[in-house]
């Protein structure tokens, strides 16, 4: 079976019992959330192997997550805990039209005692492909050094890598972002990101000249409702979206990627990973939470129509 890693901060999530203002809202509902964390859970409801880098606080909002993420069936061989940092939370704010706003309590994150020097080396010797997220480069300035090493042993070992830039505003300035994300681009093979995002990023240069400009092999740009568009050196493939109501799109691009790269390590055509990644970034939209909504492959295929649905 193919494994994937990846590394990054987790949150206990709390989201709100009702649309608007975070001050009107009265109550929360815990869950689990974090970006890398929720790549990690899709891929591993596709039947696919996860690994989850990490720290986390040692108290119970850290003994919730990971019992959490061993109950997904992820390898958590790699999640330190600390007594020192409390575990990351965040509380959501949803409107009417389903998008949403985070707020964020991780100042420091546990992820500060993550070192480069308590990465083992050994740590991607059973793995197909890495994951990088541009969160987890953000949360802490050491954050960088670890993921160049593991981008670093990752080429060593041919393993391809994907990133996400997850561009998060609130957490560090457009330009140190992009001073960091030009460090990880010419190592990558798949860039999945957002179309704002990627105009943000490269400000009016076309995806022509970045793919050129950096030899990535693949670049995906999300488009919300109107799908996602891939770009090799030679081609462009287009694939709408799928029709849903949206509750909550938060999560639906770490389901996109998910799905992509586990259909990329399928060895499936591009069309096809569009259609499951589209699918499980729809699912996960139609659903409150982040990664609730994430799809076993049997509700993938249900839903973008290869499987018959039988209820009963
Ligand atoms: P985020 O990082 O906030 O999750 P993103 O920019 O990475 O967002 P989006 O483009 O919002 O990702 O969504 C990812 C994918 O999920 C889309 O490409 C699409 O396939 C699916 N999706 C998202 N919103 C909708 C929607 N309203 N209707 C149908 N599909 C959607």
Redesign the pocket.
């Known amino acids: 079976n193919k494994r994937i890693a990846t590394i990054g901060d987790a949150m206990v999530v709390f989201n709100p019992s009702k649309t608007g203002p975070l001050r009107f809202v009265p109550s929360f509902e815990r869950a689990v959330g974090g970006?890398e964390l929720n790549f990690a859970i899709g891929v591993t409801r596709l039947d696919m192997e996860a690994k989850w880098i990490s720290c986390i606080g040692d108290d119970e909002f850290g003994k919730l997550i990971y019992n959490f993420a061993r109950g997904e069936g992820i390898d958590v061989s790699h999640v330190l805990r600390t007594p020192h940092i409390p575990t990351s939370i965040y509380f959501k704010e949803i409107r009417e039209d389903?998008a949403?706003k985070s707020f964020y309590y991780r100042n420091p994150s546990p992820l500060l005692e993550l070192t480069e020097d308590r990465i083992d080396e050994s740590v991607l010797d059973d793995v197909d492909l890495l994951h990088i997220s541009g969160v987890y480069l953000a949360v802490c300035e050491h954050n960088i050094e670890v993921a160049l090493k593991l981008i670093a042993l990752a080429q060593a070992k041919n393993i391809p890598i994907s990133f996400?830039p997850?561009l998060r505003l609130k957490l560090w300035t457009i330009e140190d972002a992009r001073a960091v994300y030009e460090k990880v681009y010419p190592s990558i093979n798949l860039l999945?990101?957002?179309?704002?995002?990627f105009e943000l990023l490269f400000e009016g240069r076309t995806v022509k000249d970045v793919q050129e400009c950096y030899k990535i092999d693949e670049i995906i740009v999300?488009?919300?409702?109107?799908?996602?568009t891939v770009y090799t050196a030679t081609e462009q493939y287009d694939r709408k979206?799928?029709?849903?109501r949206?509750i909550d799109?938060?999560?639906?691009?770490?389901?996109?990627?998910a799905a992509y790269v586990y259909s990329y390590l399928n060895g499936d055509d591009i069309g096809e990973r569009l259609r499951l990644?589209?699918g499980?970034?729809?699912l996960?939209?139609t659903i409150k939470g982040d990664n609730e909504g994430l799809p076993s492959l049997q509700e993938l295929r249900q839903f973008i129509g290869d499987e018959k649905l039988i209820e009963r």
Request: hydrophobic residues 40%; aromatic residues 6%.
């Open positions: 970006a389903g949403g996400d997850n999945l990101t957002g179309q704002d995002e999300k488009k919300g409702e109107q799908g996602a979206a799928f029709s849903i949206a799109t938060v999560g639906a691009g770490d389901a996109f990627d990644a589209n499980a970034g729809a996960v939209a």
